[in-house]
């Protein structure tokens, strides 16, 4: 086929699955899998955990994103929008997170009710932006108000299962309570509290906790830094002692890579939970089990007590 031809088939494909989607939900309001729960489709990881804790047994979770990949640069095809059309609930990040998401909204059905998470949880500000930092759910408080907005709109849905929801995030919240209460003892006194990134993905953890957050480029994780940029935190890194310097998994990690070679610090993962990899995914790895990791890594880099 030539390429105006596979223009023109495209469009049509396009065309009859964005058809299938309007006509699907009218033929069943709540569209049940084949398991027969409803489905709630989510963008991040930590909206689909927070959500699989508090829905239980009673909702089907979809991610949309897939596993492993930089949620940043992800944008949805015909297939992944047909299967958000398909969801009762459709929650997404918000703030900037999913630049997609702000269009698709307007064409879903109105059989797909639509939270921007953003707006129930505190947002810091991106300095160089003007906009704000979406990564909040690393601010753990966040994660407890995302967790009751869920149960809040689950419940609203779903009232019959609404007491389900209720004690499933108890249950969670108390957990995150706890982990809470874990990065403030652990990152009370450290010897150093420069957290220093490639992308700044780390806004609200260091704020939580009462880091300076030094990031070599913006909130997007494709920026390219200029050679001035990396000098200036390549001094900064010598003039403080600093002995890390932290990358986020699944991200390119040149930027680290460099600044590690030319300062003589270490180049060190953390996870900023935008996404798990399949591996975290098949080895049950958690919100909690990847930030009290991160917490680990962190207390060894700044040496606290
Ligand atoms: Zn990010």
Redesign the pocket.
Known sequence: MDKKRLAVFGVMLIAVIIGLALLLPKMDKKFPTQSGKPIVAVSTFPLYEASRAVAGETLEIRPIVPFGSD??MFSPNPVQIAEISGAALFLYNGAG?ETWAQSLKNTLPQTTKVIDMSAHVTLLKDKDHGGYD??YWLNIDNMIKMTQTIEHEFSALFPNNARIYHQNALLYVAKLQNLKSDYQAGLQECKNRTLISN???FGYLAYANRLQNVSVIG???DEQPSANTIAQVATLIKNHGIKTIFF?EL?NDNISQTLAKETGATAQSLQ?L?NISENELKSHQTYESIMRSNLAKLTQAMECR
């Open positions: 949620a940043h997170f979406p990564h992308h700044n993905a909130l997007s994780s986020e991200v900023p935008e």
